[in-house]
């Protein structure tokens, strides 16, 4: 089985790869590997499933006539074990082997199981695949109360729709505070109050140490602080990692993910890289490579890789992290680098008083480099003016005078017409 093109993923990056790939390439065969079964479908969604808001049925985002129709032929529970770029095929964990011309690698990422006593032996649960949401939105029908290990992002997204199901939970988080990728100390305390108010426990600034099994089929957890929680269902968050299963350093250069170029080439020709296994520079310079696990950079790589493949030249400007989404009656945003550094300058929207949370970080330059939001969903809007100026390495004083009480799309777009790039 040969194909001139090989994607190997289901997700953001390979479905935005097939539609470029398509609009320069209408001929060239195209083969999906996919580790898990069925169509593609909405990760970001699976929360909403959980707590009974979304189907089954308004999960799937491709039907098996959408592949067709792009001619795409998809190869799905066939995980993949071996990348072999001498032969230039891949081998298939039941023993098929597919050859290929030009080879994507978005595996994209796997939970990360903490170093727990006794994990391994109690019934917990992750919240990363559809498997993974069928089995906690069982589990969640009988539970009264619940531990969610991790107040990051997806611990809280796993938190959000068991509180949605009345589930009476406790909160464990490492760090001082919730979603420390995300938030801000202030914004991190604010959050949490927000959290609490929802009659939720929280234990920070600890771990679970273990997890046993009583005899009445609960779940008793004993924290590094010396408490000790008895629960009904337990929910594993710790964070992921880029799916390296198939990858060797035999294969291709690998850092923290797989090392790509600006063209999203890996050290192999012919094998590309996208989506959260791609180790990318990071937009705001420096030097860094990044890896960010969010679907719009997947889908940006997906295009851009896309379109290398069938022998474009289309340059990745780099990975701008961004997070916007509803928790606990909370709209949270963040773009770029919203923790200052030395040298940056912090402006707080508002002067950081009221119920909203607004805070714009400019760098040594006076480059707008990050932006924080934590409010209700009508101001959440700015962000996406925030995200633009970023994009288009803006100043500060460019938009400075719009900041009270609140600048616009509309404001920016007609008072500000001259951007230095």
């Known amino acids: 089985m040969d194909a001139r093109y090989v994607l190997v993923g289901n997700s953001a ?36 499933y959980v707590a009974g808001e979304m189907t089954l049925e308004d999960l799937w985002i491709r039907t098996p006539r959408d592949y067709e129709e792009k001619g795409v032929e998809l190869l799905d529970a066939a995980p993949v074990v071996a990348v072999d770029p001498e032969a230039r095929k891949i081998s298939l964990a039941d023993g098929r082997s597919v050859g290929y011309e030009k080879l994507l690698l978005a ?14 032996e ?66 991190g305390k604010r959050f949490g109050e ?33 408490r000790k929680v008895v629960v009904d269902l337990v929910v594993v968050a710790a964070g992921v990692r880029p799916n390296l299963s198939c990858v060797t350093p035999e294969v291709c250069e690998i850092g923290r993910g797989i090392l790509v170029d600006e063209f999203l080439r890996t050290s192999r020709p012919g094998i590309f890289a996208a989506g959260d296994v791609a180790e990318v ?14 679907w719009p950079s997947a889908v940006e790589q997906g295009r851009i890789a896309g379109a290398n493949m069938t022998g ?35 402006k707080l929207l508002g002067g950081g008083r009221g119920d909203a949370y607004r805070k714009i970080v400019v760098d040594r330059d006076g480059v707008v480099v990050g932006a924080m939001y934590l409010g209700d969903a ?7 003016v925030v995200h633009s100026w970023i994009r288009r390495r803006a100043r500060w004083k460019d938009f400075e005078r719009h900041h009270q009480p609140r600048f616009t799309y509309a404001l920016t777009v007609r008072d500000v017409p001259e951007v230095r790039t």
């Open 13 to 48: 990056a390979s479905l935005a790869a097939v539609d470029w790939i398509r609009k320069y390439d209408r001929e060239g065969r195209i083969l999906l590997v996919n580790r898990e079964p069925g169509p593609a479908y909405s990760r970001v969604a699976l929360p909403y």
């Open 378 to 384: 009508h101001g959440v809007a700015e962000m996406g």
């Open 107 to 120: 595996t994209g990422s796997e939970c990360v199981a903490p170093p727990v006593s006794g994990l391994s």
């Open 281 to 294: 520079v990071d937009f705001l310079g420096g030097g860094q490579r990044v890896l960010h696990a969010i």
């Open 194 to 226: 927000a959290v609490r108010d929802e009659g939720v426990t929280l234990e920070l600034g600890t771990t679970v140490r273990t997890l046993a099994r009583k005899p009445s089929g609960e779940i008793e957890a004993e924290l590094g602080n010396g």
């Open 122 to 187: 109690v019934p917990v649960h992750y919240l990363w695949t559809l498997e993974d949401a069928r089995g906690l939105k069982a589990a969640a029908e009988k539970a009264r109360t619940g531990l969610v290990i991790g107040g990051g992002f997806i611990g809280m997204l796993a938190a959000e729709a068991l509180r949605k199901l009345r589930i009476r939970l406790t909160i464990v988080e490492m760090a001082p505070q919730l979603l420390p990728q995300l938030l801000d100390e202030e914004g």
């Open 312 to 346: 474009r030249q289309i340059a990745y400007d780099g990975s701008l992290g961004m997070n916007v989404v509803e928790l606990f009656h909370v709209t949270l945003a963040q773009i770029g680098r919203f923790r200052e550094g030395p040298g940056d300058d912090v």
